[in-house]
């Protein structure tokens, strides 16, 4: 059984699925006076590709650590699925569980092989002593290898990490959330390290992999031309809010001017005195 076939009620039609993921009303004040989210709300549809695009401290990395629980919000709620992941008395494993996670700086175990990285996007159905031996049954190898094909590194399965090039890296790092089964992946710049050409093979492996296994993506980015090429949608973010929300092709250069260079005296005339201390 191809157990990451493809579900034909979940496929590149993003705009014409139900809502999976809503953020609402999301903020988070860090402790210091930094207002990292200010009242963000996004639906996101299943199966999408969403770009959240904005520049350095826009409160990308905050939205996706608050959304996997990394990070607690100060207001607001996350509904998955129709079941509320925020707030308190929730089991965070399980909560954790549901998002595959990549990295800027791909975070595979650098003195292990391929295989057993991408093995440890398992590790959340073992328990806990085979987890500590590395224990792994047939069927989860036969996932990992699966998921080292979908993104062409399976010819790579028992190299270590730490001799791959970036881009591969990368892969393996995609490969091993994809082992996890996730409904959502969490991207974090994951381009941000790679050249551009290296870049747009990751981000179209990323793409590829939404599309074919319906797996909703929220992707970090700071460059436009990477949301214009890949995004389904876009969400602009400048300094904690969403300032704009649309197709690549309603990303005007006015809209670009207002995520990259939102004046912060204008938010101050306002009288919008939040404690803006990275700029
Ligand atoms: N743990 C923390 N404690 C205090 N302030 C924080 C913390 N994490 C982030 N911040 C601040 O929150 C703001 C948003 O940071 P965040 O990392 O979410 O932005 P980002 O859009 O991911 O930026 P980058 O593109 O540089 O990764 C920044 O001003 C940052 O300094
Ligand atoms: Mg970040």
Not at 98 to 109: A, H, P, Y
Not at 197 to 205: E, P, W
Not at 228 to 235: K, L, P, S, Y
Request: net charge positive; aromatic share 6%.
């Amino acid at each position: 059984m191809n157990t990451l076939a493809p579900s034909p009620t979940m496929s590149s039609t993003a705009a014409l699925s139900r809502t999976t993921l809503s953020i609402q009303g999301l903020s988070k004040l860090y402790a210091g006076g930094t207002q990292a989210l200010d009242n963000v709300s996004i639906d996101v549809r299943e199966g999408e590709f969403l770009v959240i695009l904005g520049p350095s401290g826009a409160g990308k990395s905050t939205l996706m650590r608050c959304l996997n629980r990394l990070v607690e919000p100060s207001a607001g709620k996350v509904i998955h699925n129709g079941e509320e992941i925020s707030g308190p008395n929730k089991n965070l494993r399980e909560i954790r569980h549901r998002f595959g996670m990549v990295f800027q700086q791909f975070n595979l175990v650098k003195r292990l092989s391929v295989l057993t990285n991408v093995l440890t996007g398992r590790l959340a159905y073992r328990s806990a002593w085979r987890s500590l031996f590395y224990n792994f049954s047939q069927e989860d190898k036969r996932i990992a290898i699966e998921c080292l094909a979908r993104v062409n590194m399976d010819h790579k399965t028992f190299q270590r990490a730490d001799t791959l090039s970036g881009g591969e890296q990368q892969r393996v790092a995609i490969a091993r959330a994809l082992a996890q089964k996730p409904r959502i992946i969490l991207a974090d710049e994951p381009v941000a390290s790679l050249d551009p050409k290296i870049a747009r093979q990751v981000l179209g492996y990323l793409k590829q992999v939404s599309q074919e296994l319906g797996i909703t993506v929220l992707c970090n980015l700071h460059q436009v031309d990477y949301a214009r090429e890949f995004a389904e949608r876009i969400v602009g973010m400048s300094r904690g809010a969403v300032v704009f929300q649309g197709s690549a092709a309603e990303l005007t250069d006015n809209i670009i001017q207002r995520i990259y260079y939102r004046d912060a005296s204008a938010d101050a005339d306002r009288g919008d005195n939040r404690g803006r201390d990275d700029e």
